[in-house]
């Protein structure tokens, strides 16, 4: 068959993977062993790193590979594994994490019952303990002032999500250098324009903690630096927030609110020992 002319799978996992030997093989496996099988798994593989636990896969029907040859950082390559997908549910997969086999299937339950659900996602186990996750229901605007006000950890990075060409120009992750501190919580604001976001309450994914995982970098930033990348999540988040209410009265406020990291439910308490974190960037 012509490629063009393939039929579209129904889910696109999008795998950003740098360094991934120690994990990948895993990875790929738990996706290709969900309880739903009309799915693509997409990996671009960062920087052209030596893969060997790749080669399995790169005959598998299921399974693309795109090789970057030239390093283009954890936020600009889960990019272009997104924009890869075709599936009409996609999401990202950490090359370093696993799915429980009915996750997909969960997931899939949720956004089919309710057409008001953009992203699905579950509770996250990890090593030392569970992750609840957050749900972001509501109006727009409901939703927009729950992120500002409380989230932090990047629940729904993870999350299966309708797949809209409309929705794609907002869906990009949006960079904050030198870092990308924090992309992923920025990621939730711009989940939750697009639709409420749901969970299966219980743990379906699994988490690697280790000293490679992008988020320990960010506690090891000076504390400038760390404010100032704080500042600038803060004044994205605004300018998502204005694009989906067009209110500039609130969107100042949950601001103004967010700029103090001290009134943020999830903010962790290297960011709150550092407050007020609204200095200039």
């Not at 939730?188 to 324009?193: K, N, R, V």
Request: proline share 8%.
């Amino acid at each position: 068959m012509i490629p063009f002319l393939k039929p579209r799978p129904l889910v696109s996992v999008c795998i950003p993977a740098y360094r991934s030997q120690d994990f990948i093989r895993e990875t790929v496996q738990s996706a290709l062993d969900q309880t739903v099988s009309d799915i693509e798994i997409i990996i671009s593989n960062d920087g052209g790193h030596p893969t060997p636990d790749l080669r399995p896969f790169r005959s598998h029907p299921n399974v693309r590979i795109y090789e970057q040859r030239r390093r283009q950082g954890w936020v600009r390559n889960s990019n272009l594994a997104l924009s890869k997908a075709r599936g009409a549910f996609f999401m990202i997969l950490p090359h370093d994490d696993l799915l429980r086999p009915t996750y997909l299937e969960e997931c899939l339950r949720i956004l089919e019952e309710d057409d008001a659900v953009f992203g699905a996602y579950s509770d996250i186990g990890r090593d030392g303990g569970l992750m609840i996750a957050s749900e972001v229901p509501g109006t727009v605007e409901a939703r927009m002032i729950h992120v500002m006000q409380n989230l932090y950890n990047g629940y729904s990075y993870r999350a299966l999500m309708r797949r809209r060409p409309r929705d794609w120009a907002g869906l990009r992750l949006t960079p904050n250098p030198p870092s990308d501190f924090c992309v992923d919580t920025t990621w939730i604001l711009q989940q939750a324009a697009l639709g409420e976001l749901r969970k299966v309450p219980r743990p379906l994914y699994w988490k690697r903690i280790h000293d490679r995982n992008t988020h320990t970098q960010w506690r090891t930033l000076p504390g400038h630096m760390l404010a100032a990348a704080w500042r600038r999540q803060c004044l994205q988040m605004g300018k998502i927030a204005l694009r989906a209410t067009g209110d500039a009265e609130l969107v100042a406020e949950l601001v103004a609110h967010r700029l103090d990291p001290r009134n943020v439910a999830e903010a962790p308490a290297h960011l709150k020992a550092l407050a007020p974190l609204g200095c200039p960037a």
